[in-house]
């Protein structure tokens, strides 16, 4: 979605059907099978969401259709959402370098850059802008274990959350163009749970 949506805002908003061909799928997002862009284009197709505007309520999809043809993807976003975009402006766009990285290292990469450039999206002017808790990144993090998950007798938390963490906020940040470090530099899960990110 994030991929897709970088090519929207690439263009302006003014365009909602693009080529995309096996070659980019690979390279750009770095999978190693083709279905696995289809099965998610099959999700995409069935997600629709309700918006306001006024006093009344409208219901839309994201996409209007894609298709599969030999050696490339044909995708068409619905005109409503493309609308919805333009007169909100409630997008942005991912750096293409970050969807490039290797997910073999950095799999929550993208996920914490996207809670990143939302929570600073949100927050523009306010003291908040820049201050982020860990509790809030890791909760966007859907491929991160949980506590919970994790084998009660060697928890590994460790090597299982933090340093994964720590390695995919660094690699994030570096694309972003963004520093940061911990209000209170964590010595356990607990600390690590309770501190936040200042970015700068």
Same mark, same amino acid.
């Given at each position: ?5 970088s090519?929207?805002?690439e263009?302006g908003?003014?365009e ?6 096996k070659?980019d799928?690979l ?7 083709? %279905? ?12 629709s969401?309700?918006y306001? =505007?006024?006093?009344?309520?409208y ?11 030999k050696?490339?993807? %044909? =995708? +068409?976003?619905s005109?409503?959402?493309?609308? &919805? ?5 409630q ?6 370098e970050l &969807?490039n990285s290797?997910i073999?290292?950095?799999?929550h990469? +993208?996920f ?12 523009k002017?306010k003291k908040?802008?820049? +201050?982020i808790?860990v509790?809030? &990144?890791?909760?966007n ?7 919970d998950?994790?084998?009660k ?7 299982s959350?933090i340093k ?7 690699n994030?940040?570096m ?8 209000d209170?530099?964590?010595k ?13």
């Amino acid at each position: 979605m994030l991929y897709l949506c970088s090519l929207i805002t690439e263009c302006g908003l003014c365009e909602n059907t693009f080529t995309i061909t096996k070659t980019d799928i690979l390279d750009k997002l770095s999978i190693s099978d083709v %279905k696995h862009f289809e099965y998610s284009l099959i999700y995409l197709s069935s997600i629709s969401f309700d918006y306001k =505007v006024h006093s009344s309520w409208y219901s839309c999809n994201i996409l209007a259709s894609y298709k599969h043809f030999k050696g490339y993807f %044909k =995708v +068409v976003f619905s005109d409503d959402f493309i609308s &919805l975009l333009d007169r909100t402006k409630q997008f942005y766009q991912v750096p293409n370098e970050l &969807l490039n990285s290797d997910i073999r290292y950095y799999r929550h990469s +993208v996920f914490i850059a996207n809670y990143i450039l939302l929570h600073k999206r949100r927050n523009k002017g306010k003291k908040t802008e820049n +201050v982020i808790s860990v509790k809030e &990144l890791i909760k966007n993090c859907p491929l991160l274990p949980l506590y919970d998950e994790l084998d009660k007798e060697q928890r590994q938390v460790q090597r299982s959350i933090i340093k994964p963490f720590d390695t995919n906020l660094k690699n994030a940040c570096m694309f972003l163009g963004l520093n940061y470090r911990y209000d209170n530099p964590p010595k356990n899960y607990i600390d690590f749970t309770r501190s936040k990110i200042i970015f700068s």
